[in-house]
């Protein structure tokens, strides 16, 4: 199957500080990338979804200042989380779609744990 | 709309069988089915796209009812390796290919 790869897979910061997670696709073009984010024991939630080239589209209740998503190439989308705070703490995972149409899997990155100190 | 999982959990004796269900209140496009470790991505098991579909994968299978407004993971003669949360991601039509997550059902089979 096709790899996305997600780095880095732990990262810690210090308050206010901002921290980039990138999601590569290695082996297909990912038209569509999604970002989610995860609190332990519970489901994904999305963030938003990005489309290579233009803005991405943020889920209500998602500060999209907050939570800068970038999807310059069809391999690579990031995801900076600015002036993060201890509440950023979390499990983001991205997953992202080739040119398929709605019955292609999703490719899931492989994670990465933020902890805000 | 989120699609509703049945049971939130299940413990399972190694060699049992165990049902999960996932459940929309309207006709999907798709259904996707994933199991994730603790700690890690999740990983795909199979998508159903029509109604009456059913797909095998090992020990694994999944159907789709006729009217596609439910799924059901089939997981029979369950292993240690299969203990996990077990995730249904449903599409609807004209959603942009988003997938709508289930809170997840989990799975731990022991000795």
């Given at each position: 199957?096709?790899?996305?790869?997600?780095?880095?897979?732990?990262?810690?910061?210090?308050?206010?500080?901002?921290?980039?997670?990138?999601?590569?696709?290695?082996?297909?073009?990912?038209?569509?990338?999604?970002?989610?984010?995860?609190?332990?024991?519970?489901?994904?939630?999305?963030?938003?979804?990005?489309?290579?080239?233009?803005?991405?589209?943020?889920?209500?209740?998602?500060?999209?200042?907050?939570?800068?998503?970038?999807?310059?190439?069809?391999?690579?989308?990031?995801?900076?989380?600015?002036?993060?705070?201890?509440?950023?703490?979390?499990?983001?995972?991205?997953?992202?779609?080739?040119?398929?149409g709605m019955n292609t899997?999703?490719?899931?990155?492989?994670?990465?744990?933020?902890?805000?100190? | 709309?989120?699609?509703?999982?049945?049971?939130?959990?299940?413990?399972?004796?190694?060699?049992?069988?165990?049902?999960?269900?996932?459940?929309?209140?309207?006709?999907l496009y798709s259904v996707h089915?994933?199991?994730?470790?603790?700690?890690?991505?999740?990983?795909?098991?199979m998508i159903l796209l029509k109604g009456g579909e059913?797909k095998?994968?090992?020990?694994?299978?999944a159907?789709f009812?006729?009217?596609k407004?439910?799924s059901?993971?089939?997981?029979?003669?369950?292993?240690?390796?299969?203990?996990?949360?077990?995730?249904?991601?449903?599409r609807?039509?004209?959603?942009?290919?988003?997938?709508?997550?289930?809170?997840?059902?989990?799975?731990?089979?022991?000795?």
């Amino acid at each position: 199957g096709a790899v996305v790869s997600q780095h880095p897979s732990r990262v810690i910061c210090k308050s206010g500080t901002s921290v980039k997670i990138e999601c590569r696709s290695l082996d297909f073009q990912a038209t569509t990338m999604f970002w989610y984010r995860q609190f332990p024991k519970q489901s994904l939630m999305l963030m938003a979804t990005s489309n290579e080239g233009s803005k991405a589209t943020y889920e209500q209740g998602v500060e999209k200042d907050k939570f800068l998503i970038n999807h310059a190439s069809l391999t690579l989308s990031t995801l900076t989380v600015t002036s993060a705070h201890p509440e950023d703490s979390s499990f983001y995972i991205c997953s992202a779609s080739s040119r398929g149409g709605m019955n292609t899997e999703a490719f899931f990155g492989q994670g990465t744990r933020l902890t805000v100190v | 709309q989120q699609p509703v999982q049945s049971p939130q959990a299940v413990i399972l004796r190694e060699g049992e069988d165990a049902v999960i269900n996932c459940s929309s209140s309207k006709a999907l496009y798709s259904v996707h089915w994933y199991r994730q470790k603790h700690g890690e991505a999740p990983v795909f098991l199979m998508i159903l796209l029509k109604g009456g579909e059913q797909k095998g994968h090992e020990k694994i299978s999944a159907s789709f009812n006729e009217k596609k407004q439910q799924s059901s993971l089939y997981l029979t003669a369950s292993q240690l390796s299969y203990s996990g949360t077990y995730f249904c991601g449903t599409r609807n039509a004209g959603n942009n290919r988003k997938l709508i997550w289930g809170l997840g059902t989990s799975l731990a089979v022991n000795p």
